[in-house]
């Protein structure tokens, strides 16, 4: 995969410490959180360093596109999980995709409604 063009980042804090903030995470983004390579389909797990980081990338016909989270102590029962986006969408149809996708908002909308759901479970 040639090198991705960044998109965003969100982040929000949680009242847990970083084992509870990555459980969490784990429960919420795969399909089997005690399995870190069961990740939504469209996606493959890049990598998974607990309690810290779970990079995930994908490919379709529009776009190839990355989703990584890492996640950091503020404090002793508080974390700090960034959602970093990278994707290139190539070629006329993804120009079209990336504007439905990320131009609408959509995507800002389904990353940070992720956040809340796992800052929710933790």
């Known amino acids: ?3 991705l063009s960044y998109i965003d980042e ?11 903030a990555w459980k969490a995470l784990l429960k919420v983004v795969c399909k089997d959180p005690s399995d870190p390579s069961t990740v939504p389909a469209g996606f ?7 309690p810290a980081r779970l990079a995930m990338k994908g490919r379709h016909w529009f776009s ?8 950091d102590d503020e404090c002793a029962n508080r974390t700090r999980i960034h959602a ?17 996708v ?15 759901k796992i800052a929710a479970a933790a």
Request: proline share 2%; glycine share 8%.
């Open 10 to 20: 969100h982040a929000r804090s949680i009242d847990a410490n970083r084992d509870r």
């Open 64 to 71: 190839e596109y990355a989703l990584v989270f890492e996640l």
């Open 44 to 50: 493959v797990l890049e990598s998974a360093e607990v």
């Open 1 to 3: 995969m040639e090198r």
């Open 102 to 116: 990320i131009g609408s908002g959509g995507h800002q909308v389904v990353v940070r409604r992720m956040l809340r």
């Open 84 to 100: 970093k986006s990278w994707a290139n969408f190539p070629g006329l149809h993804g120009k079209i995709y990336r504007a439905l």
